[in-house]
DNA sequence: TTGCATGTGGAACAATGTTCCGTATATTGG
DNA sequence: CCAATATACGGAACATTGTTCCACATGCAA
């Protein structure tokens, strides 16, 4: 027996071929497109279709229909998380802090249509408001730590209420102007500027 | 021009055929159940199957998937507010409260299924949250002015914040226990009996 | 270049909402 | 009670969409 050929679970056995992970990403981006212009009930040919894909690619890369919405929202959640760190280099903290802000609400506001998704009760949607929470509030936290060493922010903020916070200010004014929300989240962040320099 | 045939928006033009109304009645019952026990994405065709109907038969009464849940929705309402006077007539006014919230909790633990229809954000559910306040509202205040005008219950208990704090005891444990929700109305019940006798 | 594991495209299947229409029946005027 | 007819019925047929399957194509290693 020295070579086990089934039920060995071993770390990456191979690299996926070039190719695969080249549609793999296009057909991840053409989901992400359909998904904000017909919202998350767009048949799943229409993403194989905009991707320039057969369906049983879809298929091969996203087994589920589940498992693309699943990716498609982790993925703007990582795209979202990742802005921090890239804010945070070419801009004061206080700065990087409004401009992620801003980026944040636009997430929210595009990622609204999911919600019906996230609050079907479908158990494939499970683990996402922990993704959610777990990759976006470090970022957070990183943000609002450096503006606060930096004093040009009150500490004590606690990252959790600000995002809970912020995404509460989006969905209230449910279909009205997008400047709305980017007003009220300059306020709020205005009010955590004023006790800076503690 | 003595007779318009079109256009002419008249009350009753025919009452219904008897068969017809037997029959959308019993789609309706068939509905109810299999939405308790299938869940609100049970296929029509197992519906009209379980009411002894043809499909064409289920689609002339209730046009759309989503008339059919509506109907169902509101029918549910309604027995639970008819419910009220009914218990008030057969029982002193602190008990007949106290049955018609169980009745109320009953209703609202078989119907957070279709919660997941009223949340979906399609507008034909838009109208079902106004039909269950205005329908369950009157009920629960007879009842409770009943009860304080028998001196077995404190007054000034606001009926809309009574159903809503029910409705989240409910929801709140959310797989578990039928007892939990009632032995919680029970202890709330308890608390509006309190100060009683003014 | 060759062999093959991997990946691809799309036909085919299954489930389900919805429409259509030939047939059946309740209702009504005689 | 009978015939005429508006009304209602049943279910086949159609449309859409998720999912499976497999003959064929292709990147990659020897």
Redesign the interface.
């Known amino acids: 027996m020295k070579n086990r050929s089934i039920a060995a679970p071993e770390g990456p056995p191979r690299p996926k071929r070039a190719d695969a992970r080249r549609k793999m990403d296009s057909v991840l981006k053409a989901a992400t497109k359909v998904f904000r212009e017909s919202g998350v009930d767009a048949p799943v040919r229409e993403i194989a279709e905009r991707a320039g894909v057969g369906l049983g690619t879809v298929y091969r890369h996203f087994p589920q229909r589940s498992d693309l919405i699943v990716a498609v929202f982790q993925s703007s959640v990582d795209a979202c998380a990742d802005a921090a760190a890239a804010l945070a280099k070419e801009h004061p903290p206080a700065t990087a802090l409004s401009l992620w802000l801003e980026r944040y609400v636009d997430f929210i506001r595009t990622k609204s249509g999911l919600c ?1 998704a996230l ?3 479908d158990p494939a949607y499970k683990a996402l408001p922990d993704y959610f929470n777990q990759r976006l509030r470090p970022a957070l936290t990183a943000l609002l730590d450096a503006a606060v060493e930096a004093r040009t922010l009150r500490s004590g903020t606690d990252p959790d209420d600000l995002l809970v916070a912020v995404a509460n200010l989006c969905s209230a004014g449910h279909g009205r102007d997008p400047e709305h929300a980017r007003r009220m989240v300059g306020l709020l962040v205005d009010g955590l500027r004023f006790g800076a320099g503690s």
Do not use: T
Request: without cysteine; glycine residues 24%; proline residues 0%.
């Open positions: 019906k609050y079907s009760g």
